[in-house]
């Protein structure tokens, strides 16, 4: 069972657009986490969100927590090849325990 | 130069073997985690631990035991490894509970 779904599952797109990744659960987090992660590599913490309706920015990347604490998106404005890489979000389980979704897998064309 | 290490990178053993993983962080991070990673299935939990000596079993911990004697080190042993074990294998600390994880590299173990 996995309890965070993300969507969409591929993402292929030019340089320059923008884009939205959703992470979405039937669960309430007491904290979400954005990963990036590229091939060969372990994820790297992007952000940690903690409040209902927090919105966080990281340069051209905004990150926000659904005001239910269920849900989160981010979004990446004028998207650069540098981008490329898979998104993964985290909940926050019992004990210091996350849930990872499986992912938003996001290629940035030249 | 600090941070958190795994190894070996690469793995291959065949099926009955035992094998362990190991993870090595320089930080005394409280927390150690041990993840795999599948396509389709993002990372799963194998086992946390919280300080040395104390480990508990995450969703997918069949075939698998660990160990924390010291708190820089989270072994990782199959018992018996089998071919649903091939993966990708992360490790994660993590010192407080305003952090993330931070994650080693990752041990590619294909059994055969």
């Excluded at chain 2, 690469?10 to 962080?25: A, N």
């Excluded at chain 2, 995450?58 to 010291?70: Q, T």
């Excluded at chain 2, 305003?98 to 294909?110: D, H, K, P, Q, V």
């Amino acid at each position: 069972t996995q309890l965070l779904e993300q969507s969409p599952q591929f993402l292929s797109i030019q340089e320059g657009e923008n884009l939205t990744v959703y992470c979405n659960s039937s669960s309430v987090f007491s904290s979400l986490q954005w990963y990036r992660q590229e091939p060969g590599e372990g994820p790297v913490l992007l952000v940690t969100v903690v409040t209902g309706g927090e919105v966080k920015k990281l340069k051209r990347l905004t990150f926000q927590f659904g005001d239910a604490r269920k849900d989160s998106s981010l979004h990446i404005t004028a998207a650069q090849p540098g981008d490329t890489g898979l998104y993964l979000c985290a909940g926050a389980g019992g004990f210091n325990k996350f849930y990872f979704g499986s992912g938003t897998k996001l290629n940035v064309k030249p | 130069d600090a941070g958190i290490t795994q190894s070996p990178r690469y793995k291959i053993t065949e099926t009955g073997r035992q094998v362990t993983l190991m993870c090595h962080q320089t930080w005394s991070h409280s927390y150690m985690f041990w993840y795999r990673q599948d396509l389709g299935h993002g990372l799963r939990l194998i086992y946390y631990s919280a300080a040395a000596d104390i480990t508990d079993k995450g969703e997918v911990s069949d075939g698998y035991v660990v160990s924390r004697s010291k708190t820089e080190n989270f072994p990782l042993t199959l018992e018996s490894a089998t071919r649903s074990q091939t993966s990708v294998y992360f490790c994660a600390s993590r010192g407080s509970l305003s952090y993330g994880y931070t994650f080693g590299s990752g041990t590619r173990l294909t059994v055969v």
